[in-house]
């Protein structure tokens, strides 16, 4: 899989993708992860990308032009099953959406910035939109880090146990039950018995019946 960041602040997503899973992922070559200044798109003498909004208003735009011209250099060396653009107002990122987009091929992210952007690119341009919160960033860019670690995680290969993202919260729309690791007894407070048991039959209906109490407990709007 490809995904490319269409981003104002590049160097906010160089850890992100440098540690951990999303390193390992890149390493395998079961990921590529690319990020394009806009700034390098802008046609303007001071690589200028953001201007007043028409009607008046607090908060610049990201102008029309340098996005445009992002999107269409970027299409023009590949085709991209997604353009997503990162944005409050924008469909939730769920399990479900993570899981349909981790079987894609290439992936467009643009990430918002300032008052957002000029609403003709999401008009012409996006063919999706993703939130992943009902709350304000100063920008999508951390935002794009999530919706790429909740994907990237999901490709075959990158995790060393591919069973373990089956078994994540809301993959089967309940929440992974309580987990429990050495000692087995710590002032005594004791790991349950049936995880000791070595009967897996046992194990897996309880983890089962751990998880459904736990969702109607925490998130009964899962059920």
């Not at 999303?22 to 079961?30: D, I, Y």
């Not at 201007?51 to 340098?66: H, I, N, R, T, W």
């Not at 999401?122 to 790429?148: M, P």
Request: proline residues 4%; glycine residues 8%.
């Amino acid at each position: 899989m490809r995904i490319d960041i269409i981003t104002v602040q590049p160097g906010l997503l160089e850890s992100p993708f440098s540690h951990s899973i999303l390193k390992r992922a890149q390493t395998k070559g079961l990921l590529e992860v690319h990020t394009h200044n806009l700034r390098d798109y802008s046609n303007l003498k001071h690589k200028q990308v953001d201007d007043y909004q028409f009607g008046g208003g607090a908060g610049m735009v990201m102008m029309l032009e340098p996005v445009v011209n992002a999107i269409e250099s970027l299409q023009a060396q590949r085709q991209y099953d997604e353009v997503i653009y990162l944005t409050p107002d924008g469909e939730t990122l769920n399990q479900k959406i993570a899981n349909q987009l981790s079987l894609k091929g290439n992936l467009l992210l643009l990430c918002g910035h300032y008052k957002g952007i000029d609403e003709r690119i999401r008009t012409h341009f996006v063919t999706k939109e993703i939130s992943i919160g009902d709350y304000v960033l100063s920008g999508g860019e951390l935002a794009a880090a999530v919706l790429v670690d909740s994907i990237g995680r999901l490709i075959p290969g990158v995790l060393n146990d591919e069973t373990s993202a089956l078994l994540d919260s809301f993959q089967d729309n309940l929440l992974a039950p309580p987990v429990y690791t050495r000692p087995e007894e710590f002032r005594g407070w004791k790991v349950p018995d049936v995880l000791l048991s070595g009967d897996h039959k046992k194990i897996d209906i309880w983890r089962h019946d751990q998880a459904l109490e736990r969702t109607k407990e925490r998130r009964p709007d899962l059920l």
